[in-house]
C-alpha cells in the first residue's frame, strides 16, 4: 500500500496561488491514480482533482481552471498548484491513491481510495 505525506499548507490571501506536495512511497505515482480530495470545516471531503498513468487529468467545477494537477515520476511527488484562491477553498487538502486498472468510473469517490496521506491545512483569507 501505498504511504502518501502532504506538505505545503498555509495561510494565503485571497486572490493569491500556493502549491501542495504529495510524496509518496511504498509505490509509484505513474502507476497509481493520484487524487487531491478536501474538507471543509463541518463539510464532507470533496473530490478536487486526479491524474491517471496516461497522464490524463480531472477536476472538480469548484476548481476548473484555477487549479492544476501534475506529477514528477522522478522524484515520485504529486503535485496541486492552485491559483486565485477564494475563501471558500479553505480546506484540508487530502492525498489519496488507488490502484489504476483503467476504470475510472468511480474516480471522484474518496471511498475508492485505500491510501491516504493525513491531510494539510488550507487557509485562504479574504
Known amino acids: 500500500q501505498v504511504q502518501l505525506v502532504e506538505s505545503g499548507g498555509g495561510l494565503v490571501q485571497a486572490g493569491g496561488s500556493h502549491n501542495l506536495s504529495c510524496a509518496a512511497s511504498g509505490g509509484t505515482v505513474s502507476r497509481n491514480v493520484m487524487a487531491w480530495f478536501r474538507q471543509a470545516p463541518g463539510q464532507e471531503r470533496e ?62 469517490t474518496q471511498y475508492r481510495y485505500r491510501s491516504w496521506g493525513q491531510g494539510t491545512q488550507v487557509t485562504v483569507a479574504s
Open 47 to 108: 473530490f478536487v482533482s486526479a491524474i491517471v498513468y496516461r497522464g490524463r487529468t480531472t477536476y472538480a467545477d469548484s476548481v476548473k481552471g484555477r487549479f492544476t494537477i501534475s506529477r514528477d515520476s522522478a522524484k515520485n511527488i504529486v503535485y496541486l498548484q492552485m491559483n486565485s484562491l477564494q475563501p471558500e477553498d479553505t480546506a484540508v487538502y487530502y492525498c489519496a491513491a488507488k490502484r489504476d486498472d483503467g476504470n475510472y468510473y468511480y474516480i471522484r
